[in-house]
């Protein structure tokens, strides 16, 4: 692990989706090789369909970025970028927006491919736990993997969920 954080090497984030985060995000997912083809254009899909509508789309995205290039989406991370705490910086920050929602759970699926052990090193890390396998779901031989975690609600968010 780097000695350097997300903040302090430049990394910005937002939310608000630009017509731009299109071509940069075929690079970025491209770029991890882990991602299957279909994979890669449903990432630009729901990224289109946010653009087209908005908010009514009802995706929501977190992008990191240093110097106007696109460096993590979700929690994808650039392999140049990987190292800097950029992954647990956009999950904090995931785990914010669930709990600002007062949603009490974070499920995550993956696959269970020796490219996706870091992955799931990861999220084990972050504190989730495995809450099932689903045998050859992907393919033959790779397995979805669904981790959990539950999320403490925003005190704001639960009183307006129980107005």
Request: net charge positive.
């Amino acid at each position: 692990m780097s000695g350097r954080s997300a903040k302090s090497s430049g990394v910005r984030t937002r939310t608000r989706p630009r017509r731009s985060d299109l071509r940069a995000l075929r690079r970025l997912v491209e770029s991890t090789g882990v991602f299957y083809p279909e994979e890669i254009g449903i990432a630009i899909e729901l990224l289109e369909e946010r653009l087209r509508r908005g908010a009514a789309s009802g995706y929501e995205f977190i992008f990191a970025e240093r110097a106007g290039e696109l460096l993590g989406y979700w929690i994808a991370v650039a392999p140049a970028a990987q190292g800097l705490g950029l992954g647990r910086e956009l999950m904090r920050l995931a785990e914010l927006e669930v709990a600002k929602l007062g949603g009490g759970r974070l499920y995550i699926e993956t696959s269970s491919r020796a490219a996706y052990v870091r992955t799931r090193r990861f999220y084990r890390a972050a504190g989730y736990k495995q809450a099932a396998r689903l045998p050859d779901f992907y393919a033959r031989g790779d397995h979805k993997v669904v981790f959990y975690k539950s999320i403490a609600p925003r005190a704001r968010a639960r009183r307006r969920a129980n107005t």
